[in-house]
């Protein structure tokens, strides 16, 4: 039984050949497209769990890609590229993807990325709010919809997962290590780049005025704290 169906993106086809077989001899189920059109067809047309996009793709570019696809699907994404600076790496995180390899990569490394994008924690115990009222903004976690008085939006998968965390510890600050190892994985620690962009991400969702939030805040030298008003 595959453990998941992923579509690989890559314009270099010895790319695309290493990494199908190596996905498969994991169980998962694979395919592949060259350009920025071929996976928007898909994702459009099939259901994938995990999209493994290059960012430097001919034609439509891989950034662009991106956008395209959060505009209509909230499939995770990993995305790729020889370009490893900080920079582009926020690029890549703020156009949707939910996280970033640098290329080269191992197949390893590659692999671990995946199963941690993948990987599905169960809703905590603790967890029983189903909605949350963020003065005139309405939290549905059931539907994973933030509704507003004037429109709803969704929540993408890592935005859902870290706003469901903040959520379950409402009003204490939770350490940045924390929250990348509840909602990324074990494997990850040190990339505060990555909640610097998911914050502001949700930021525009939850916050009336994003550059001056009330509920979604920063601690710092330490982490974030959603602060929930009593009802």
């Known amino acids: 039984m595959a453990e998941g169906r992923i579509l690989v993106v890559d314009d270099d086809p010895q790319t695309r050949r290493v990494m199908r077989t190596s996905l498969v001899e994991q169980e998962y ?8 059109q071929d996976v928007l067809d898909r994702v459009r047309a099939e259901r994938y769990d995990l999209v493994v996009l290059d960012l430097d793709l001919p034609w439509i570019a891989g950034l662009d890609t991106c956008r395209k696809i959060r505009m209509f699907s909230e499939v995770p994404i990993i995305v790729t590229t020889a370009r490893a600076g900080e920079k582009d790496k926020v690029a890549g995180l703020d156009a949707g993807a939910d996280d970033y390899v640098a290329k080269p990569f191992s197949m390893p490394e590659m692999l671990a990325r995946i199963r941690a994008t993948l990987r599905r924690k169960p809703q905590h115990a603790e967890q029983r709010t189903k909605r949350i ?20 939006v969704r929540l993408t998968s ?6 469901s965390y903040l959520a379950t510890h409402p009003n204490r600050p939770i350490t940045h290590r924390e929250l990348l190892h509840a909602v990324w994985g074990p494997e990850f620690g040190e990339q505060h780049e990555y909640l610097r962009v998911f914050i502001n991400r949700l930021r ?13 805040l920063k601690e710092p030298w330490v982490g974030y704290r959603l602060e929930i008003p009593p009802e």
């Open 29 to 36: 189920e694979v395919a592949d497209a060259r350009s920025g």
């Open 133 to 152: 009222r963020l003065g005139k903004i309405e939290i549905d976690f059931l539907s994973r919809r933030v509704i507003t008085p004037t429109r709803q």
């Open 158 to 163: 890592k935005e859902f997962d870290l706003l």
């Open 204 to 216: 525009k969702k939850i916050e009336s005025s994003p550059k001056e939030p009330k509920y979604l």
